[in-house]
């Protein structure tokens, strides 16, 4: 029996994998607009979470080259969506920040991948499907504490 539960939960985990990563897609394409491409979208996404940065480190997360992240913030700040200030420890070093249009844009994304969710669950989900969703969630939730 513990092999079987073992297969089963295999199965399971590579399935809710792929889900949980198209689910993050459509978030994130409900979000999108056309100011900003899909890397400066993460960007702010990582400094909205994680809070001020360097170029390197946030290249290191987002699995980049420091180059790349370079000229995907010089690209933000054109935008006005982060400012670039000396590091005070270390002059050659400089420390990434949201400013309030960075914040607002962030803000903006997380509501409208929300409203899309809301509205899918509202028409596409009936009440036995979202209350064996909300079962779920509190699965997952309770795996992950």
Do not use: C, N, Y
């Not at 459509?26 to 491409?37: K, L, N, Q, S």
């Not at 962030?106 to 991948?113: I, L």
């Amino acid at each position: 029996m513990p092999e079987q539960r073992t297969d089963s939960a295999v199965h399971v985990a590579i399935d809710l994998r792929a889900v949980v990563a198209r689910l993050l897609r459509r978030f994130r394409e409900a979000g999108a607009d056309d100011e900003i491409t899909p890397s400066q979208a993460s960007a702010l996404a990582r400094l909205s979470k994680g809070g001020v940065s360097t170029v390197s480190v946030l290249a290191a997360a987002e699995k980049v080259r420091p180059q790349s992240m370079a000229a995907t913030i010089e690209a933000l700040e054109s935008a006005g969506l982060v400012t670039r200030t000396p590091d005070p420890r270390d002059g050659r070093r400089q420390i990434i920040d949201l400013t309030e249009a960075g914040w607002q844009h962030v803000e903006g994304q997380r509501e409208a991948g929300a409203a899309w969710l809301e509205e899918t669950l509202g028409t596409r989900v009936s009440a036995d499907e979202l209350r064996t969703l909300g079962e779920a969630v509190a699965i997952l939730q309770r795996v992950l504490a």
